[in-house]
Every structure is written in structure tokens, then in C-alpha cells.
């Protein structure tokens, strides 16, 4: 790894100034090598510190935000939540407010990674994770999302790839966060050099292939997510996240699931099902989720609305198995969410 500068600003239009670029830009290369010059921000520092050590990632300065005042708390906004970008997962999963209103968000931080990572890892930094494809992690492979002209996975060792949306790309969005707060409705607050803000709902922060092969999100250089807004929940609305991975813990899931339901009577009003590491960005499943819309939902209707949630999967060579295990999460997912 290669030495680097280090420094700890003193506001957020500050940290935002000093970054001359994101970590994607600073990746994305024709030449397949890293950016030497480059300015990149750094949270809790999993991911960039792996990109780094794996010679992926070459800054020579490093912009501290963990010590930026106010971004480490959850906060009441608007009968919703309000949770700076530096939470850290552990905190997630604690937070008594979010087990009553939005328990799928609680699900996936308890479950990401390992104790000991969850207690350093933020939020912010899991949404803005890099992929975990191994082709994009190998040096040896100068792939699409970093400025090459192929993706080696559709013709290599697929079978953690995607199974929608894998136009130009195979890989699958990292974040098991984002699956839940996706479908609770979330948004980003985010602050530019200037000190000027936007928000954007998380579902079109994300991007995919067909429309950016080089980066997973719409955050550009200068810019910094200063919040995470969850929305008001009516009492009536339950949630749930479910993971399947290979090992229970320190492993990306194989498959994840965010349902969330607002139920009336055993009716349901709304529906909101998102499928994780399944594809480049959280994917929504609008059929399953029109199944159970203005439906009693029982076993039956909740074995129809899984099938339904995989219309369109297009598996690779190797990852078909993923199909009968997304089935059987949805249908677990809707069913737990009915018991809660």
C-alpha cells in the first residue's frame, strides 16, 4: 500500500472542497492504473482501506469525516428518522426507534459483516461500498467498471454474479442497507463544496450499467451524503429483512429481501419488496408487489407473489440456483412480516 497524506477538516464544505474526486472516478482508468493524484474521502474506511491494500486504489490524500460534528446521530424528523451518514452499523442495530417503525433497516445492519466490523463500519460507507466481484477486486483484470472494455464475468466464474439488469455488467450491488432502505421509501441528504444541498430518494441515487458502467451512484466529486431520511411509517406498516448466505457471519449474502407491508385488517394497502445481490442496484419487484396489493394475504398468495418477484431473471452460466433461493425468501419475508 502506498503512503498517503491525511487530513481531518473542519466542516463539511471543507471535506468537500478537498475531494478532487470519488473513489470510482479515482479507480476508473483506460489504463488499469489507479489515480496517484487524487483526493478521496474516507468514513469508517473498510472498503477504501481493501481497495488500497489490493492496490486498486492509489490516493494521496486521504479526507477524514469521522470526526465531523453531528453526522454520528439519529434524530426525529417529521414523524420520520434522521441518521447521519456516520452511524455505524451497530448503532443500526440497537436503535429501539427503528425496531418500531422500520425493522427491516435494524434486520440488515445486524446482519452485515461481523461484530467487529459493524462497530466501525457507517452507514454511508456501506450504501457507497464498492462491488465485491472478484473480477473488479483482481489486479490482474482490467474490467469495464474500471475503464476496461470487458466484464470477464459473463463468459468466467459467475455464480455470485446478477441475475437482472446485467446489461454490460454482472456484478450485484453490495449493500444489504440499501435492500432495506430502498424499500422503506429512504432518501439521501447530500452537500456539496458550496454548502449546497439536494435530496434525492435512494431508488434513483443507484444506477445502472446500461446507464453508467463506471460508477454505482450519482454522488459526484465535491459532494458528500450529509443524512439518510426515513419516512413517517403508519402503525399499520411492518417490515422485515431476510439474508441467505453461506456463512452466517463476515459474508455477503447469496440473497437478500426487504418486504414491506402496510396491512389493514389483513388487507394490504401498499406493498414495497426489494430484492438484493441480485443485480447492479437494489431491484424492485413491482409484480410481487401488485400480487399483494389490495389482497388478504395467506400462504397461497404469498407462494404467488415470490414466483412473481423473479418475471424477467435472466441467471447466468452459473447462478440459476439463485432463482428457487430469492423464491423462498420473498414467501418467507411476506409471511414473517404478517406474524410481526
Same mark, same amino acid.
Given at each position: 500500500m502506498n503512503g498517503f497524506e491525511w487530513m481531518s477538516p473542519g466542516s463539511v464544505e471543507q471535506a468537500a472542497r478537498a475531494a478532487s474526486a470519488t473513489v470510482a472516478t479515482a479507480m476508473a482508468r483506460r489504463s488499469g492504473t489507479p489515480a496517484a493524484d487524487a483526493a478521496v474521502l474516507k468514513a469508517g474506511g473498510i472498503d477504501l482501506l481493501d481497495l488500497m491494500k489490493e492496490g486498486l486504489l492509489a490516493p494521496r490524500r486521504l479526507i477524514n469525516l469521522r470526526t465531523l460534528p453531528g453526522l454520528?446521530?439519529?434524530?426525529?424528523?417529521?414523524?420520520?428518522?434522521?441518521? @447521519?451518514?456516520? /452511524? +455505524?452499523?451497530?448503532? !443500526?442495530?440497537?436503535?429501539?426507534?427503528?425496531?418500531?417503525?422500520w425493522g427491516a433497516l435494524a434486520d440488515a445492519a445486524g446482519g452485515a459483516a461481523s461484530p467487529q466490523i459493524r462497530q466501525l463500519a457507517t452507514l454511508a460507507g456501506n450504501l457507497l461500498q464498492r462491488p465485491r466481484c472478484w473480477y473488479f477486486r483482481s489486479r490482474a483484470h482490467h474490467c469495464v467498471r474500471k475503464g476496461g472494455d470487458t466484464c470477464f464475468a459473463f463468459a468466467g466464474e459467475n455464480q455470485y454474479h446478477a441475475i437482472f439488469e446485467h446489461n454490460g455488467c454482472a456484478i450485484v450491488h453490495p449493500s444489504t442497507c440499501a435492500t432495506a432502505l430502498v424499500a422503506l421509501g429512504a432518501g439521501l441528504k447530500i452537500t456539496d463544496r458550496a454548502g449546497a444541498k439536494r435530496t434525492v430518494s435512494l431508488e434513483e441515487f443507484f444506477v445502472l450499467p446500461e446507464l453508467e458502467l463506471q460508477q454505482e451512484n450519482r454522488l459526484a466529486s @465535491?459532494?458528500? /451524503? +450529509?443524512?439518510?431520511? !426515513?419516512?413517517?411509517?403508519?402503525?399499520s406498516v411492518r417490515s422485515v429483512h431476510l439474508r441467505y448466505a453461506e456463512t452466517e457471519s463476515f459474508d455477503w449474502p447469496l440473497a437478500d429481501v426487504a418486504v414491506v407491508l402496510d396491512l389493514a385488517e389483513g388487507v394490504c394497502r401498499k406493498a414495497a419488496i426489494v430484492l438484493g445481490a441480485c443485480a447492479p442496484a437494489p431491484h424492485r419487484a413491482r409484480a410481487a408487489e401488485a400480487a399483494l396489493t389490495g389482497q388478504r394475504?395467506?400462504?397461497?398468495?404469498?407462494?404467488?407473489?415470490?414466483?412473481?418477484?423473479?418475471?424477467?431473471?435472466?441467471?447466468?452460466?452459473?447462478?440459476?440456483?439463485?432463482?428457487?433461493?430469492f423464491e423462498a425468501l420473498v414467501r418467507r419475508a411476506i409471511l414473517a412480516v404478517l406474524a410481526a
Open positions: 454520528d446521530r439519529i434524530e426525529p424528523a417529521g414523524g420520520g428518522l434522521r441518521i @447521519g451518514p456516520n /452511524v +455505524t452499523l451497530a448503532q !443500526l442495530a440497537a436503535e429501539g426507534r427503528l425496531r418500531t417503525r @465535491g459532494e458528500i /451524503v +450529509t443524512a439518510v431520511e !426515513l419516512p413517517e411509517q403508519r402503525a394475504i395467506d400462504e397461497a398468495l404469498a407462494r404467488a407473489a415470490a414466483h412473481a418477484a423473479l418475471q424477467g431473471a435472466m441467471p447466468l452460466s452459473r447462478n440459476a440456483y439463485k432463482v428457487p433461493i
